[in-house]
């Protein structure tokens, strides 16, 4: 699946985009095998209250499953307007 | 339903008078634009955005004020890049018969924008200091009055 990061979460990863073959079954899986990758997903990753996630370009939470989903991307609380 | 996320600049002015016009079946149309501030020393700001996710999420905000306010019209123009103070950074537009309606989904839109679309603000300072903006409390508090 593809796994894109924006803002500063982008920033301290230092991409915006990867593709990665995971066995993850929910978004928390998934971010414990990025942590467990390297120390700068493991900086970006430390406080998820920071974080949001949204998986096929719809908000939801950590828990959420993976089953069938093509993107996911994670992100700091949005600030538009 | 009218969504535009783009990186150039809107004619504020063409925008609102296009909005406002040939409407016999809608009394009141609410238009607001955002302003980059120029805060402290801040030279530029940037604006990030989720390609595909921003206009899907402006689109079904967009879509949910339109039902629950029954407005005629809604227009929704934001913009990402890099932006200068008193640069326009967007603006919402809403026509409804009666004014009531047409104020309340503006400052619905509003709140829905600020933290539900993904956008994220970075400031550039004069002195090259740089900085993403915080989301505030208060910004995700104000969802809640709806």
């Known amino acids: ?81 | 339903m009218p969504v535009s996320v783009q990186d150039a600049p809107f004619d504020y002015g063409a925008e609102c008078e296009r909005f406002a016009s040939g409407r016999a079946d809608m009394g009141a149309v609410v238009t607001f634009a955002g302003i980059v501030r120029g805060d402290g020393d801040l030279a530029r700001m940037e604006i990030e955005h989720y390609p595909g996710m921003t206009e899907k999420a402006l689109g079904e905000i967009a879509e949910k004020a339109r039902r629950r306010w029954s407005l005629g019209d809604v227009l929704v123009i934001h913009r990402y890049g890099m932006l200068t103070p008193g640069e326009r950074i967007m603006m919402v537009a809403t026509a409804a018969p009666h004014r009531r309606n047409a104020f309340e989904a503006a400052d619905f839109l509003m709140d829905y924008l600020k933290s539900r679309a993904p956008f994220w603000k970075k400031e550039h300072m004069a002195d090259r200091g740089e900085a993403w903006v915080a989301a505030k409390d208060e910004d995700e508090d104000a969802l809640s009055r709806w």
């Open chain 1, 1 to 81: 699946m593809d796994v894109l990061y924006f803002a500063w979460v982008r920033e301290r990863i230092g991409l915006p985009k990867e593709r990665i073959e995971t066995s993850a079954t929910t978004v928390s899986d998934l971010v414990a095998e990025l942590r467990a990758r390297e120390e700068r997903y493991d900086a970006a990753f430390a406080d998820l209250t920071a974080l949001r996630v949204a998986v096929d370009q719809e908000l939801t939470d950590f828990d959420a499953p993976l089953a069938g989903a093509r993107e996911v991307a994670f992100f700091p609380p949005m600030t538009g307007g």
